[in-house]
């Protein structure tokens, strides 16, 4: 979790960005390593969530922006339960917006399935604008999985990006790369070609 402040000044726009909430990450990866059976145990990333939650209402930022993997599997409505009402904690002055990560659709042969995500949130893209700050967002999943849907998605951010705004930060769930721009495709980032 980072709180990002766009600009000096007395009145400034605070953005706490949360990414890879995670749920039930922590146990597949137990199971995964012993060879043991999988037991759906949220504990740990929900504590992890709660204290977040608890340092967003500290914080009290103009928004938050969770970019992605709220949960470990798509298709575990226990895990979209447990995250829905945790961040249901965050207060509700704050602005909260949501991106799909590579966990939260259902990825094959250049296909994303958004519909685990968008029967939750809507839209699986975003912009919004208030005091001289836009938040855009984008599912990264389209570029990093070659879905047909990511030219739709391109023209789209190009006309949001062409009207002049006097700050704009665009989110997404993956990195376009880790290090360096021309640093060889991997796991996380968007594949250097589409850079």
Known sequence: MAAVITACSSDPYIIVQVADAQLGFTA????????????NDLTYESECLKKAVEMINDIRPDAVVFT?????????????????EIISGIDKSVNVFHLPGNHDVVISEGN?????????YGEDR???????????????????YNDPREAEQKE???????????????????????????EEDGYFQIQKDKR
Not at 112 to 120: E, G, L, Y
Not at 135 to 143: A, D, K, Q, T
């Open 112 to 120: 994303v399935d958004s519909t685990p995500f968008t029967s939750r």
């Open 68 to 84: 992605g993997d709220q949960v470990n599997h798509a298709a575990d409505k226990e895990q979209w339960t447990a995250f829905a």
């Open 28 to 39: 597949a990866d137990v199971s995964q390593k012993e060879g043991t059976e999988y037991v």
């Open 156 to 182: 789209w951010l190009s006309e949001v990006l062409l009207k002049e705004y006097e700050v704009s930060i665009v989110f997404a769930h993956h990195p376009f790369f880790m290090s360096s721009i021309d």
């Open 126 to 144: 975003f912009v919004f604008a208030e005091r001289g700050v836009r938040l855009v967002g984008i599912n990264s999943n389209l570029i990093k």
